[in-house]
């Protein structure tokens, strides 16, 4: 900061520290001075820039200032968005840049929109201007998402421009109209909020018989919270206002319609790790049954934002009515992500083109039992099914897919392939398959006179053909990961014109058991930003690692979420000339990439080592 351009950001500041005493002076000033340089006093255009906090300093607190006696109309839009981006639950502070009857019908929840950058502010232009009483002022930038009332985050490029105007309140400017919710910059966004999961059971249809309980799967829907605000209140309360409308036509919540949290609660986990929570009189409505399930959503939800491991949940109604309890233990059964598996090898395709397995990073890895590990046929690709007792493998040429047991004392022969591609080059027949926590296996065919998606029902059913009603003229899927709890499947798209994107399909379950009717809908973008995407692999219930770059990028490694945020995870390790990634749902296991040097690992904490330079395409069970 220099000169006569003193921002208005250290202005605030400076006056608010003439006014406060005491520690927490130095965490707001702290704070407000952190970037002093983002709002000159004067000039045409002035950005609200977007707070360039490291993470250590994302814990101090950070507090607004009131308009001070004098303030021009964009020196008050500036300091009522500044006073959004503080830790008031309900903006108070915000809500003094208003008049009187704004401050009362402004609804900040609405929504949220996230500018790549901070807003800009300037006097609106003529054209803007609906009338000439009063300052109008315009509020624009480049818009990169979205979070509606749900929280639920979902990107949006584009851009953003919304007029506010004001009007003197007894001499001093005061906006009286405006856009309900908040507008932020990316930067003050990421430090203000946070992903939490929510949880709710996967509709599965007729596939539910398949598997044990299942009518108790819990998918994962990520939603973002403000990281300081009743965390635990806040995460409860956005279980209780069900799904996300991308996720809901595949899920179900346990709690009755209209389930809230009683008034005047402020949930923590008590010294033993108990969390006691009341609801309203339609939540005490659930029979014990039903209950249970609302325990095991609310424990699992809550793990996210607790400091502490939740012991025990207990839910309550109207005048403090005992409902049910749920202990850690007793909701085992429902934990998500329990279609997974555990995991106990890596697989992977050897130099001699056989499948074989990492047993433990200490011990050289060996073939597989039975026909696969066998090398009667040269494989190009392998996925292992999630209980580790069967194998599908593409053969090299990628024309034939194969499935089979993975039992050494059963026959070592092959068989016919369950399907094969008529395509004639390498690169438009089978990608590599996937199998869901259901016992069923994808596949997509590239060719081009016929692309489809495809799944077999217990891996070995005649495949039945899947439609994709949002795949458009001239795409088509380069290869396919299916999450566990079957419901959501992430496919790389080829467009027409040759680039690669990460889309994420809910998949729907519908007809009978001797007839089910499966589709893949509502593709929505995961990794917006890369321009091509060359793998991905699921990493977490809520999460994938992506390998792709950016225009004009080297390639890179990161972790995305599933609603097409970037996850708060720390950033990966560069490595070279990635051509394939295989993670795990369970979040213990390492990452694994197939590079040009070969098989490598990252272990927590560490850099990639070496697993193996000969062989290739490595895979988790999935």
Sequence with gaps: ?????????????????HRLRGPVVLAACAALLAGCASMPDDGSVDQVTSSRRAEADSQV??????????????????G???????????????????????????????????????????????????????????????????????HAYSPSKGEYSEVFHLTKVRGEWRIDQMPDGLVLGESDFQRIYRPVNTYYYAKLGPDADSIT????????????????INPVTETVSALLQ??????????????????????????????????????????????????????????????????????????????????????????????????????????????????????????????????????QVEMGA???????????AVSRGRRALYVTSLDGGTSTALGAPVLTSRAKNENDRLTAPSW????????????????????????????????VPDLGKGERIESLRIASDGVRIALRVRDAHGRVSLQLGRVVRAGTVKKPKVTVEQLRPVAPQLEHVAAASWAGGSRLVVVGRESGSVQQLQYMETDGSVSDQPTLPGINDVTGVAASEDESKPLLADSEDGIVRLPPDANWKMLTETGSAPAYPG
């Excluded at 607004?64 to 021009?72: N, R």
């Design 1 to 17: 900061m220099t000169g006569s351009r003193r921002s208005m950001r250290g202005d605030r500041a400076v006056r608010a520290a």
């Design 61 to 78: 607190r950070v507090y607004s200032v009131s308009p001070q006696k004098g303030e021009t109309p964009t020196q008050i839009v500036r």
């Design 80 to 150: 009522f968005l500044e006073a959004t981006t503080s830790d008031e639950a309900t903006f108070p502070t915000a809500r003094e840049y208003l008049t009187r009857k704004m401050a009362r019908l402004w609804d900040p929840f609405q929504s949220t929109t996230v500018l790549s950058d901070g807003p800009s502010v300037r006097k609106a232009p003529p054209r803007r201007v609906a009338d000439v009483e009063g300052y109008s002022v315009e509020v624009s930038g480049r818009r990169m998402a979205e979070v509606d009332s749900k």
């Design 213 to 228: 309980d299942g009518q108790n799967v819990l998918v994962a829907d990520p939603v973002y919270l403000r990281r300081r």
């Design 242 to 375: 069900g799904p996300s409308g991308w996720l809901d036509p595949v899920v179900t919540s346990s709690f009755p319609h209209g389930t809230r949290l009683a008034p005047r609660q402020r949930l923590s986990l008590d010294d033993s790790g108990v969390l006691r929570v009341k609801l309203n009189a339609r939540g005490a409505r659930a029979k014990p049954r039903q209950c249970v399930l609302m325990a095991a959503q609310i424990l699992y939800a809550v793990q996210d934002q607790a400091s502490a491991k939740v012991s025990k949940v207990e839910l309550a109604g109207p005048r403090n009515r005992e409902m049910c309890t749920q202990t850690r233990e007793q909701a085992t059964p429902y934990q998500p992500g329990r279609l997974n598996g555990s995991a106990k090898r890596a697989y992977f395709i050897d130099e001699q083109h056989r499948v074989a397995a990492f047993q433990r990073k200490d011990e050289d890895p060996q073939p597989v039992g039975g026909p696969l590990g066998g090398g």
């Design 382 to 392: 392998v996925a292992v099914n999630r209980i580790e007792s069967e194998g599908a």
């Design 436 to 467: 869901d926590g259901l016992g069923d296996l994808w596949v997509a065919d590239r060719d081009p006179a016929a692309p489809r998606l495809l799944r077999l029902r217990g891996g070995k059913d005649k495949p039945d053909e899947v439609r």
